[in-house]
C-alpha cells in the first residue's frame, strides 16, 4: 500500500508545473501617447486607451545632482515599465514610460524636481499628469 506522504509530493509537483504552464504572458504596449511637459508645476492631460504606452518627457534638469523623481503615482493604472532615461538631446529632459493597464476616467502622476538625497529642502520644481485610460486599444 502506498503512503499518504508518497503521494503528495508528486501531486504538489504536478500543480507546480501545471499552474506555471497556464502563467500570463508578458504584457507588451500596443501603440503609444506621447507629451512633453514644461518646468513651473505645468498640467498637462492625455487620453489613452488600454494598452498604449505612455511616455513621458519632462523638463532638463539644470541644477546638478538633482533629479525628477515619481511623488505619485497609482499602479493600478498605468504600470511604470522603465525608469528615468536621459534623453539624446541635451536640451531636452529625461523621458519615462507607463503602460495605460486599466480603463480609468481619472489617473494622475505627479513628478518633483528634487535636490540630492540627504539635503532638507523643498523640491524645486513639480509637474503633473492626469491620464485618462479608455476601452481598446492602438494608436
Not at 107 to 122: D, I, N, Q, S, Y
Request: net charge positive; hydrophobic share 45%.
Amino acid at each position: 500500500m502506498v503512503s499518504r506522504r508518497a503521494l503528495v509530493f508528486p501531486t504538489l509537483i504536478s500543480w507546480v508545473v501545471l499552474l506555471g504552464a497556464c502563467a500570463a504572458p508578458a504584457l507588451k504596449p500596443n501603440g503609444q501617447v506621447t507629451a512633453r511637459l514644461e518646468s513651473h508645476g505645468q498640467r498637462v492631460t492625455l487620453v489613452a486607451k488600454l494598452g498604449n504606452e505612455v511616455v513621458l518627457q519632462l523638463p532638463p534638469v539644470a541644477d546638478p545632482g538633482y533629479s525628477w523623481q515619481i511623488a505619485s503615482q497609482d499602479a493600478r493604472f498605468l504600470k511604470q515599465l522603465n525608469d528615468f532615461q536621459p534623453s539624446a538631446n541635451a536640451a531636452a529632459g529625461p523621458t519615462i514610460r507607463f503602460m495605460a493597464t486599466r480603463v480609468v476616467s481619472r489617473t494622475l502622476v505627479r513628478f518633483l524636481l528634487a535636490p540630492p538625497a540627504g539635503k532638507e529642502t523643498r523640491p524645486v520644481d513639480a509637474a503633473e499628469v492626469v491620464v485618462t485610460v479608455q476601452p481598446g486599444g492602438g494608436a
